[in-house]
């Protein structure tokens, strides 16, 4: 998709649609009063006739128009004017972009960006439709696994603003948009992937080809490599697995030099049977997704090289399967951390904890500025949150509201939980110095006090995104959540 910021009048537009909101109750927007009055109140008796109430996230499609010069005019139903948020305004932008699709239209004008929404700006509105409306014609499509459909509909959206100087700064928004766009983009691809492409392996070799596109530094640590250093932990769950695991090391470093750089770490479990702890059967396949916080640490570094932002920024990923065998861990095992620290493994399907914590060992080594891993780390998380925002949790108050904060602003949220010493005492093993799980009650909480014993030397935070990194049902696919915030939250770092 081709997209452009433009200041100009709806009748006017050369085009093959152009897109206008309606409020119920027929109240048009400024847009689609502008075309209403160039075609002589045509829109005003459609609406009189009932053939469009202005519901949230209808739409009725217009050929001919009088007064105008475009082939089309889109009518998007906006709901009622004064419950018109941030949820209704990405309703209407994701329905006109769907009503589009498979039609003639080509090449369109949107004019929703102008319609206000509470306590956002332009710019906001405009970031949020070029990443809703590439997210919206995103189809899944793999030589080895679903060829690509021809798409008919939209490939060319000019975005339009209220006034001429709005250009410059709608062109910046364009931009921003453009590059969490492309980050979601790839996290996505890559979450999609079956455990049976998307292998470590195969992220290593994805972590490989974005280096070089963007003159990223890139480590990729071997397993040999994970035994010198002592990573008992991480190598305890790639045991049941005949992929060999990778920790995948990038660097990007366009901030100013000396500069501590952010460190994001993701956990990439490519497919998660549980190990002897094994899963049940069934939605088993969903466990192909468990290395979306791996996929989405990449897609924010995308997003940033895209920007060139000035920042530095480390990428680590904790890459292994993890699979029942005669060689892999059993409930009971202890094993040593980088850190030192034993753990016992009471739960081999608490994994992700156990690749983490070497990891975030591994990430001293930078002096970090912060520490942030993103993780699909409890099914508990998801009991806690639902599918709406991601667990957060540090050890840092300011970074825990910084986080929140980019959250919110990219609308791709995160809401804080407790990590009090109350919890930890669930974690106390009498053969090791902590066990890997703490019990049903509270299950995310635990995991994440887990993690903070190895965060020690730093400001940490941790985001559970079990809940909102993919969808399941009839919709089921990778939602490239949280690239949205992580990137939001690196470009307030840069401009700090
Ligand atoms: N990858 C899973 C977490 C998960 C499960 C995410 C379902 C999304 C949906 C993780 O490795 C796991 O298995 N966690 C266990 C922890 C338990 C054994 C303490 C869980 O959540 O059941
Ligand atoms: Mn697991
Ligand atoms: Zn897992």
Redesign the pocket.
Known sequence: MEFSIKNGNPEKQRNDCVIVGVFETRKLSAAATAIDRAADGYLGGILRRGDMEGKLGSTLLLHNVPGTLCDRVLLVGLGKEREFREREYRQAVQASVRALDGSGANDAASFLAEVPVKKRDLAWRIEQMVELTQSTVYRFSHPQCKKAEERRGVTKLVINVPHRPELKLGDAALKRGLGIASGVRLARELGNLPGNICTPTYLAGQAEALAKDYSIKIEVLERADMEKLGMGSLLSVARGSRQPPKLIVLQYSRGKPGQKPVVLIGKG?TF?A?GISIKPAAEMDE?KY?MCGAASVLGALKAVAEMDLAINLVVVIAASENLPDGDASKPGDIVTSMSGQTIEVL?T????RLVLCDAMTYVERFEPEVVVDVA?????C?IALGNHASGLFGNSESLVKALAGAGEASFDRAWPMPLWDDYQEQLKSNFADIAN?GGRAG?SITAACFLSKFAKKYDWAHLDI?GTAWVSGKEKGATGRPVPLLTHFLMARAEA
């Open positions: 479990i998660d549980g466990m468990d739960n399907d608490a994994e992700g699909t780390l409890t099914g508990a998801v799980i299950g079990a």
